[in-house]
């Protein structure tokens, strides 16, 4: 486990000293900064590649999430992508009024609702998808060499 030893900086009972160096050893070894910062980074990069599409990188995903064999539900997706309900519906909202997608009633029971992207939303993914490869090109570079199947499963691993 990666920690900090904090014996030196926090007396063993009472209030913890935080000072700046403990607070610099928080910084050094919290995987939530990292991985934040890393987040922020990488989506200015996708964000900043996307815009003339007028697509965000969180829209793109999510249209992305759209393109398979039967069209996912309002609680599959918000599973798929880690997100409540709620959160995933009023991001859903621009990309309607767009037209890019369209919520439907299920056709075998109409109290769910589907998510179905539109010949517009599919016709704008196909023009995002080259600058979402430039940005995946890019992002890959500034990596360098490491093992990619390694990174996934242990951002897959945090997100589960």
């Known amino acids: 486990m990666i920690g900090i030893n904090f014996s030196q900086e926090l007396p063993m009972t009472g209030t913890p000293v935080l000072t700046a160096t403990v607070a610099a050893a928080v910084e050094q070894a919290c995987l939530n900064f990292a991985a934040q910062k890393a987040a922020r980074a990488i989506g200015r990069r996708y964000d900043a590649a996307l815009r003339p599409t007028g697509l965000s990188n969180w829209q793109f995903t999510l249209l992305m999430m759209l393109v398979r064999d039967e ?23 621009p990309l309607e009024r767009r037209g890019l997608l369209a919520i439907q009633a299920d056709a075998e029971d109409r109290r769910v609702r589907r998510i179905v992207m ?17 940005a995946q090109a890019a992002c890959a570079e500034q990596l360098g060499e490491i093992d990619y199947n390694t990174f996934r499963a242990a951002a897959t691993a945090l997100s589960a």
């Not at 996912?72 to 909202?93: E, F, G, H, M």
């Not at 539109?118 to 430039?134: C, S, V």
């Open 71 to 93: 069209a996912p539900t309002i609680s599959a997706l918000a599973q798929d992508l880690a997100v409540d309900r709620t959160t995933l519906t009023a991001n859903l909202k």
């Open 118 to 134: 539109t010949e517009d939303g599919r016709a704008l993914l196909t023009e995002a998808y080259p600058l979402w490869e430039k």
